[in-house]
C-alpha cells in the first residue's frame, strides 16, 4: 500500500515538473518586412508604417491603437518588436510609389511579409 501510494506521488510529481516548464517559450515578436519594386528589386529608403486601429476589447470596449514606422535599410528590409501577436496592416511608401499589405504576427516568432510597389 505505501509502495503504490509513493509511485502515485512520484509520478505527480514527475508530470507536473515536465507539463509546467516543458513549453514556455521566450523571445521577442518580430514582423520583417521587405519593399520590393515591380521588377522583384529590392526598394531602399522606403517608409514602412504597420498600424491597427480597428480592433475592439469586446469586454472592456477599449481600442487597440497601434502604429510604428521604420525606414528600409539597402536589403528593402525593415523590421518591427511587438510584445503580442497581432493582426496589423502594412503602408510602404517611397516618392509617389505606395504599397499595401497585411500581416499576423506570431509571438515569439519572426513573421516575414513581402510588398511590391
Not at 38 to 64: E, I
Not at 85 to 106: P, Q
Request: glycine letters at 8%.
Amino acid at each position: 500500500m505505501k509502495r503504490s501510494l509513493f509511485v502515485i506521488v512520484l509520478v505527480a510529481i514527475i508530470y507536473c515538473g515536465t507539463t509546467l516548464t516543458s513549453c514556455k517559450k521566450n523571445g521577442p515578436t518580430v514582423a520583417s518586412i521587405t519593399v520590393l519594386d515591380t521588377l522583384g528589386l529590392s526598394v531602399p529608403l522606403a517608409t514602412v508604417t504597420l498600424w491597427q486601429d480597428t480592433a475592439h476589447n469586446t469586454v472592456t470596449g477599449a481600442q487597440s491603437t497601434v502604429r510604428v514606422s521604420g525606414t528600409t535599410g539597402a536589403n528593402g528590409n525593415v523590421q518591427f518588436t511587438f510584445a503580442n501577436e497581432a493582426f496589423l496592416n502594412i503602408w510602404a511608401i517611397r516618392g509617389i510609389d505606395t504599397a499595401f499589405g497585411f500581416i499576423r504576427l506570431v509571438q515569439y516568432q519572426t513573421t516575414p511579409a513581402t510588398v511590391r510597389f
